[in-house]
Nanobody, 116 residues
Framework: QVQLVESGGGLVQPGGSLRLSCAAS????????MSWHRQLPGQERELVAF????????NYADSVKGRFTISRDNAKNTVYLQMNSLKPEDTAVYYC?????????WGQGTQVTVSS
């Protein structure tokens, strides 16, 4: 029932930008906290950005603060991650997550590769 579908990943040059989207369905999106996570090659999955249901609070990993922006459009059931000034170390699989009644629901992930 719950579905989270990421899109927008791809290959980009250092210094470039990408916007990831996560289309949500099967639950009350506007009541759920959402987050973006990433898994770097050979590493554990880590939190990138977090946003509360009404976007009243946003948090970022230190490594992306000032470069990435998380946002949501509750009318479209979509959460976004705008990524600017991308660096090679941002290369990872990026995942969308929803917190629904204490359970974590994950999208399938989308690959972001930053390389010249």
């Amino acid at each position: 029932q719950v579905q989270l579908v990421e899109s927008g990943g791809g290959l980009v040059q250092p210094g470039g930008s990408l916007r990831l989207s996560c289309a949500a369905s099967g639950f009350t999106f506007s009541s759920s906290a959402m987050s973006w996570h990433r898994q770097l090659p050979g590493q554990e999955r880590e939190l990138v950005a977090f946003i509360t249901p009404t976007a009243g609070s946003r948090n970022y990993a230190d490594s992306v603060k000032g470069r990435f922006t998380i946002s949501r459009d509750n009318a479209k059931n979509t959460v976004y991650l705008q990524m600017n000034s991308l660096k090679p170390e941002d290369t990872a699989v990026y995942y969308c997550k929803a917190l629904i009644r204490g359970y974590n629901y994950w999208g399938q992930g989308t690959q972001v590769t930053v390389s010249s």
